[in-house]
């Protein structure tokens, strides 16, 4: 059916035409009626009518779902593009901060198990944005080759935060490797780098590194200066090791954000935990 025939889908509403029904005919006709366009399905026995009659509603209705646009926008890239403070609740360490923790509900890795639960806390006022199939792992579950983006937020006057994951094969062959079995601070980040710019990273954008325990997780963090980064111009990262999967947490801002907001984004780098 060319496209030409339903130049508005969306606005497609399918009347189902039953005529020339007696019994003594020969012919029955049916006809699925668009404003102007008409498809006929015709049967040339008698025998055939009540099956046509039986049919002729599923008909119409297949031809629906098929004219629907579909969407181009998966469950997994989802999100509520509202306040967080409307939905998330208040961190109990910091009320003027509400707490994301992440579930098997928010993402495919999640799902899949390839990614453990994660949480971090964000100003009521963030939203979340959507993440783009391709680059949000949606494709490739459970075997992903290359890092993926989980979740983002984001506010227009502060900055952003992503969660990035990345399969541990692509770092190191020892399975269930910790962050030090991978290798020090440096040498992740030159892996990493580019997933935390958005295109590419330079050694000399790295300003200072550290190493954070919590329990018996240990994360490194990272303060960069990135002038040509995709991001922003400001970058703080964190990243940890666990099952099979290095996760690193990014806040970005640009240089009209950074002023105001670095020691909000600092609050937020500081809460990661997986």
């Not at 009518?49 to 926008?73: I, M, V, W």
């Not at 983006?149 to 770092?171: M, N, T, W, Y």
């Not at 190493?211 to 990272?222: A, F, N, P, R, W």
Request: aromatic fraction near 8%; charge should be positive.
């Amino acid at each position: 059916m060319a496209n030409s025939a339903f130049p508005r889908i969306a606005s497609i509403v399918f009347n189902l035409k039953v005529s020339q029904l007696h019994p003594d005919q020969s012919q029955s006709r049916f006809q699925l009626q668009n404003n102007n366009n008409n498809i006929t399905i015709t049967s040339t026995s008698t025998s055939r009518r009540r099956e046509f009659l039986k049919g002729a509603a599923t008909t119409s209705l297949a031809l629906l779902c098929l004219l629907q646009p579909l969407s181009t926008t998966p469950p997994s890239a989802a999100a509520k593009e509202v306040e967080v403070g409307s939905y998330l609740t208040p961190s109990p360490s910091d009320p003027s901060f509400v707490l994301f923790k992440a579930s098997p509900t928010d993402t495919p890795a999640l799902r899949a198990g390839n990614v453990q639960p994660y949480q971090f806390i964000l100003p009521p006022t963030w939203k979340q944005t959507r993440v783009a199939n391709i680059l949000s792992g949606n494709y490739c579950q459970p075997k992903c080759a290359e890092p993926w983006i989980e979740v983002k937020f984001e506010d227009e006057k502060q900055g952003k935060v992503q969660v990035v994951a990345s399969p541990l094969i692509r770092l190191t062959n020892k399975p269930n490797a910790t962050i030090q079995d991978i290798g020090t601070p440096e040498k992740l980040i030159a892996s990493l780098g580019p997933f935390v710019t958005g295109n590419t990273y330079d050694p000399d954008e790295l300003l200072d590194t550290s190493v954070e325990i919590l329990g018996d997780q240990t994360y490194y963090k990272y303060v960069l200066e990135t002038p040509f980064a995709l991001t922003g111009s400001h970058n703080l990262a964190k990243a940890t090791a666990k099952g099979n999967t290095v996760v690193l947490f990014v806040a970005s801002a640009n240089d009209k954000q950074w002023p105001t907001s670095q020691k909000i984004l600092k609050a937020m780098i500081d809460s990661f935990q997986v």
